[in-house]
């Protein structure tokens, strides 16, 4: 039996340290928290507000398994070392564990370490320190805040909004950010102008002519292209340029370097992995998280640049090694305000490892977060950079420039690209190597434009760029960024989703300057603006509660409040602020204005009144309703008892806030009878997914970009017979017809309301497939689905089932892991053991909720209800 019993938060790092320990150790996991505040009920309350904020916790349900097994352990060893993470979370972890296991706070070895490596391991185990209380009570301070803050304000907006909204201190903060930038992006009006282009012939070393070009600016300055205001001043400058000469006055060449970038923090590392491998941040952390329980990586949470002396010579080897001396230079990085000087970035933990893992998020965030680090220690790019100016001798106040770029040393760039961001202005230099030219040499000018563009307006925010929002206003922590974007775009919350929207068409015009024909030629032509993929929109009712918020608690709202909040708690981690005196300063002002707010403000109704409805004479509003904002025609003090209100859902990317009188009253066009087809009626109408024509009880998508308002029977007809040729049976098994079809996911036969797809390695085609073919396809799902489920509790919507990878638990749409005590899978005919009380705690433990059956009333219950009714009625 082991002396000693180490305690992590992981089974995937429980397993990953074990190898290196001796016999000495045994590893377990607490599988993260094993408790948290208690629940409110009627007889016992998590936070005693005026007991000095006394805190009760109670173990979660889902770890009582857990914390008994650890006690048994804690039993049989003559030592318990805690090795939870180094942050405040973990530090909690292991202050609850000590309370748990009746371990002495004062006496119990704490281990940390920044990496799983055998050295990192050993040098921990010589070194432990004691739980630093301080830590512990920052974490609390943090957790009692967001409870009693977030309680408040949500019990508040049931009471004035609508029920089962929710609010929190840095939730609704990021909300903010999004429904500001939302707002700043409907109110933004772009701005035509004529942006001036050139094509120059110039004579190259081969005895032909490459072509150079060039934009107008103004002579006074070379930053930022010339914006010519309307078509006349655009078609005067064109007539000004019939005939003129075209001179190279000026060749600048200048020698810059560009610098490599920091080491990975959590939040570069957040933005990275969202630009280059277009993960969510919650995606990026979790992979990272195998990461570093798999010994990879280092901590992923951090907000320091540093790297170790280990680190740093390690990297120097292989910098040497694989590119060669000049591509090495030593750095260190400026850690912003704040940071934790001892801790690291995020590295590999041994750099020569270019494989790490079959899985392909895995190996894929793991070579970004190994070249980033070898980036960071290469040497400088060198650039030339070379500007041409041509002047124009009929505008003398107008120049054009050429702008190129040549590479003359990679450095870094061998390695690493940078990713530009979506908000900075586009780059207007040629990376194109310019053709040789002199002072004073005339150019043949090939043509001229003036294009109509148009001024861009604020870009909505992705994942990545809402996280670098949040760390330059100090909203957050390392620990929080993933959590609290996941919140805010929660699909029960409703404030802010992630979406990809089509953008629209718009026309704009080009005017051409051809000089050998000395004339200039007017265009119209249309483009595609304002597409958007994968970003933060805020939806009518977020912006209807950050208003509510807004206007009563602007201290809690305020950005530099909540960035205050941070600081103060970084105060009580390094012991410089006592915690529950800081709660005091916060709290107790705000309870005051909670109450306060309950009694005098009124309800927010959230309704905008368009005008009156021509047909009805009714009132046109638009409000948020139950499944979302609609147009409603017909208020309640203005109807008849025999009539109802009308409604019109909204589509997608309309706003209560901005849709006109006009765009509402469209949305009463739907649905639309356009005629009928072989005795059965069609009618248009919108959807979840878009616009569709329902035929026959079939609903069918109408073609990318059609307006269902406009679209016609003729449109629709072919429509509808591919749809039953489609449909028309290929065959026929166990006497049901199969049919065939293309869906959202691709081609599929269907049977008995099952659908079967056609996959790749079926080697079968939609178009060609066979009675005998699809047959082959159900037979093998059948056998498929006879096998699949383990145990059904169809109450909970809980199963347990057969995967690819072994048995899991599915609740509901979401799948969890099926792990015994020591983290490792269940076989098969493990998994028929599990009780439904097991599969519930591993659901929860792994952040997921279990449907809960409803209560079944019996009929001598109501009859007994209606008998009391009754008799009090006569009693009255």
């Known amino acids: 039996m082991a002396k000693n019993l180490l305690i992590v938060e992981s ?42 904020y006394k805190v009760h916790y109670e173990i979660s349900p889902a770890k009582r398994k857990v914390v008994s097994e650890l006690k048994s352990w804690v039993k049989k060893v003559d030592e318990v070392w805690l ?44 070194a432990p320190r004691l739980i630093d209380l301080d830590l512990v009570n920052a974490q609390q301070a943090r957790r009692v805040l967001d409870r009693l803050v977030g309680f408040e304000l949500s019990e508040l907006l049931w009471k004035k909004i609508r029920g089962k909204l929710s609010a929190g201190r840095v939730q609704s903060v990021a909300v903010r950010l999004v429904v500001e930038k939302e ?35 103004s002579r006074e300055s070379k930053s930022k292209e010339l914006h010519i205001d309307t078509v006349e001043e655009a078609q005067a400058f064109l007539k000004d340029c019939i005939g003129a000469e075209f001179t ?19 939040s570069t590392l957040q933005q990275d992995a969202s630009h280059k491998l277009y993960f969510s941040v919650a995606k990026t952390m979790q992979v990272a998280q195998r990461l570093y329980e798999a010994g990879h990586i280092t901590y992923m949470r951090t907000d320091s640049t540093n790297l170790s002396q280990t680190a740093m010579q390690a990297l120097e080897a292989e910098i040497k090694s694989s590119f060669g001396p000049k591509y ?32 392909r998020d895995e190996q894929r965030l793991y070579d ?12 400088d790019a060198l650039l030339e950079k070379t500007t041409v100016t041509i002047n124009i001798s009929s505008r003398p106040d107008e120049i054009f420039l050429a702008k190129g770029e040549v590479i003359k040393f990679e450095g870094f760039l061998a390695l690493y690209l940078v990713h530009k961001e979506e908000e900075e202005e586009e780059d207007d230099s040629n990376s194109d190597l310019l053709p040789p030219m002199k002072l004073g040499q005339k150019l043949k000018n090939e043509n001229i434009d003036a294009t ?8 909505r925010y992705a994942e990545a760029s809402l996280v670098k929002e949040l760390e330059k206003r100090g909203i957050g922590r390392p620990s929080t960024y993933a959590p609290t974007i996941t919140k805010i775009m929660d699909p029960s919350r409703g404030y802010v989703t992630k979406e990809t929207r089509e953008g629209q068409e718009r026309n704009y015009r080009k005017l051409s300057l051809v000089q050998e024909a000395a004339e200039i030629k007017a265009e119209e032509l249309t483009e595609k603006y304002g597409t958007e993929k994968n970003k933060l929109f805020a939806s009518d009712l977020g912006k209807q509660v950050t208003d509510f918020l807004m206007e009563h608690f ?146 069918i998508s109408l073609p990318k970009g059609a307006d269902p308002i406009s679209f016609t029977y003729e449109e629709a007809i072919p429509l509808v017979e591919a749809r039953i040729k489609e449909d028309a049976p290929i065959g026929h098994f166990k006497d049901l017809p199969i049919t065939k079809g293309a869906g959202r996911f691709g081609p599929f036969v269907k049977w008995n309301k099952m659908f079967v797809s056609i996959t790749k390695g079926s080697g079968f085609q939609l178009e060609t497939i066979t009675e005998a073919q699809a047959i082959e396809l159900i037979e093998a799902k059948l056998e498929k689905e006879a096998n699949r489920y383990i145990q059904k509790w169809p109450d909970y919507a809980l199963n347990i089932e057969n995967g690819r990878w072994g048995p899991f638990i599915r609740s509901g749409k979401k799948s969890y892991k099926l792990l015994n005590a020591e983290g490792k899978k269940l076989t098969p005919e493990e998994a028929k053991e599990v009780s439904l009380e097991r599969a519930i705690e591993l659901v929860e433990e792994q952040g997921g909720k279990v449907k809960k059956p409803k209560a079944k009333k019996t009929t001598a219950k109501k009859k007994t209800t209606t008998k009391k009714k009754t008799t009090t009625k006569k009693t009255k």
């Open 554 to 699: 602007g201290d809690i709202m305020d950005y530099n409040f909540t960035a205050d909040v941070e600081d103060r708690l970084d105060k009580v981690a390094e012991g410089q602020e006592q915690w529950q005196k800081m709660l005091d300063l916060i709290y107790k002002p705000f309870h005051k204005l909670v109450e306060q707010t309950a009694e005098d403000a009124d309800r927010v109704t959230g309704e905008r009144i368009l005008g009156k409805d021509p047909k009805t004479g009714h009132t046109l509003l638009v409000r948020i309703g139950r499944y979302g904002p609609l147009a409603q025609i017909g208020a309640p003090d203005e109807l008849g008892e025999e009539e109802k209100p009308q409604y019109a859902n909204l589509k997608r990317e309309q706003s209560i806030e901005t849709i006109t009188f006009e765009e509402a009253l469209e949305l009463f066009k739907l649905p639309r009878n356009i005629g009928s087809y072989k005795g059965q009626e069609l009618e248009v109408n919108s959807g979840r997914y878009g616009p569709y024509v329902k035929f026959d009880g079939k609903f």
């Open 11 to 52: 089974p995937a790092k429980a397993k990953t340290i074990e190898k290196y320990l001796g016999k000495d150790f045994t590893v377990k996991s607490s599988f993260g928290h094993i408790r948290d505040l208690i629940k409110n009920s009627k007889d016992k309350k998590a936070i005693e507000v005026d007991n000095n």
């Open 183 to 217: 707002r700043a992006i409907e109110e933004f009006k772009p701005k035509a102008f004529f942006a001036g282009t050139a094509s120059f012939l110039v004579p190259n070393e081969r005895g032909g002519t490459s072509k150079l070009q060039a934009k107008l600016y």
């Open 368 to 379: 970004l977060i190994r070249k980033r680090t070898l980036a960071s220690q290469m040497a």
């Open 452 to 459: 109509e563009r148009f001024s861009r307006g604020p870009s």
């Open 248 to 266: 190279i006055e000026d060749i600048e060449v200048k020698d810059s370097k560009r610098r490599p970038p920091a080491p990975f923090t959590t």
């Open 328 to 359: 090495y230079q030593a750095r260190s990085f400026n850690n912003k305000k704040g940071a934790q000087e001892a801790h690291e970035a995020i590295r590999p933990t041994n750099v020569e490892k270019k494989v790490v893992s079959n899985n």
């Open 83 to 126: 090795a939870t993470d180094e942050d405040r979370e973990g530090e909690a972890i292991s202050w609850h564990l000590a309370k748990v296991l009746n371990l002495d706070v004062h006496k119990t070895k704490r281990i940390v370490f920044r990496e799983i490596t055998k050295p990192a391991l050993q040098k921990a185990i010589t």
